[in-house]
């Protein structure tokens, strides 16, 4: 059974930081891309940033540049998504999901972690 499951949400001031995992389960962990997005209400999803299998190299929102850092554990298959300098406007539910090879076209999805940024 393939599984992607988040964890390290939670309520932080702006300005700080946190740190989601993603971890993957069921299917080749190094041939797939990871990538994690958001959706805040009313709002569409939001890609955030990837990192692809093929060669490691990683991608971001221009929105998140410079504060976001994604980074993976092929060891753990874990992904995670550190995140310093926190906006409220970072405030969202974000996912992970995974890719075959590039970060394109998502195969699978996990369930989400609320992450709130207060003022």
């Known amino acids: 059974e393939v599984q992607l499951v988040e964890s390290g949400g939670g309520l932080v001031q702006a300005g700080g930081s946190l740190r989601l995992s993603c971890a993957a389960s069921g299917f080749t962990f190094d041939d797939y891309a990871i990538g994690w997005f958001r959706q805040a209400p009313g709002k569409e999803r939001e890609g955030v940033s990837c990192i692809s299998s093929s060669d490691g190299s990683t991608y971001y929102a221009d929105s998140v540049k410079g504060r976001f850092t994604i980074s993976s554990d092929n060891a753990k298959n874990t992904v995670y998504l550190q995140m310093n300098s926190l906006k409220p406007e970072d405030t969202a539910v974000y996912y992970c999901?995974?890719?075959?090879?590039?970060?394109?076209?998502?195969?699978?999805w996990g369930q989400g972690t609320q992450v709130t940024v207060s003022s």
């Open positions: 999901a995974a890719a075959p090879g590039s970060c394109y076209l998502y195969d699978y």
